[in-house]
């Protein structure tokens, strides 16, 4: 918004067809007409380094990544966006919106994975410095109504292969950590229309509007 104050990081988070990239851009539309100035991106990806990693974390082809090669490779994304990317626009007083950040790491290779909480802590204080959004937008949905959504999307990626099981561990992990940080977690019920959902959204963000740095 102005040069003089940090800007605000806002998080979408969710299972596979919950309706973040949907929501992510008519949120987008909404803070550009309240004269916010914008940044937005993705994980993992939202850097050269980082869309490169992407690719060969959702290849089919590398099926027996080990939890801990893709533990590390989305914090190789997550290192670079924070230092390319989410860092410099923030102290510039620029909001970020992301698709996915350290939430996703824990609810899917904590939670689906089962890699310990604690590891995933240690990576995040050093690659991200312990950057925590101001907002984290949950879409929450049953494991069968978003994968019945991204059905339509053609070849399944290397983590959309997943069993259900996998998904509902993902699921319960993103429950349990919007209900231990109830402050900064929105749950939003994406079951809803598109339209609900970005209103729920666009509700939860009036909080970030004047609220010093
Ligand atoms: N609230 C909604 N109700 C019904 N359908 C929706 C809703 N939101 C999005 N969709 C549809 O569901 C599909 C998946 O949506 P979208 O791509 O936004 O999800 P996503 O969370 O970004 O998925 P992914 O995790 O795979 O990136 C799209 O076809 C989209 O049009
Ligand atoms: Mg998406």
């Given at each position: ?11 979408l ?6 309706g973040k990239s949907t929501l992510l851009a008519g949120l987008q539309k909404h803070l550009l ?5 914008l940044?937005q991106?993705r ?54 919106l992301?698709d ?94 598109p339209?609900?959902v970005l209103?729920?959204a ?12």
């Amino acid at each position: 918004m102005n040069g003089f104050s940090r800007g605000k990081l806002i998080t979408l988070e969710g299972g596979e067809g919950a309706g973040k990239s949907t929501l992510l851009a008519g949120l987008q539309k909404h803070l550009l007409a309240q004269g916010v100035d914008l940044v937005q991106t993705r994980e993992p990806g939202g850097t050269p380094l980082g869309e490169a990693v992407r690719a060969i974390v959702l290849d089919p082809a590398h099926r027996g990544m080990s939890a801990e090669s893709e533990l590390l490779l989305m914090f190789a994304s997550r290192a670079q966006l924070v230092r390319e990317c989410i860092e410099p626009a923030l102290a510039a007083g620029r909001w970020v919106l992301c698709d996915r950040f350290t939430d996703a790491s824990y609810a899917y290779q904590g939670g689906g994975r089962g890699v310990r909480a604690e590891r995933i802590a240690l990576l995040e204080q050093w690659a991200t410095h312990g950057l925590t959004p101001d907002l984290t937008l949950l879409l929450d949905l049953p494991v069968a109504t978003g994968r019945a959504r991204a059905a339509g999307r053609g070849e399944a990626d290397r983590i959309e292969v997943e069993g259900d099981n996998f998904f509902e561990r993902v699921r319960a992990a993103y429950r349990a950590r919007a209900a231990a940080e109830p402050a900064r977690f929105r749950i939003i019920d994406a079951t809803r229309t598109p339209d609900e959902v970005l209103a729920a959204a666009i509700d939860a963000t009036h909080h970030l509007f004047g609220a010093k740095a």
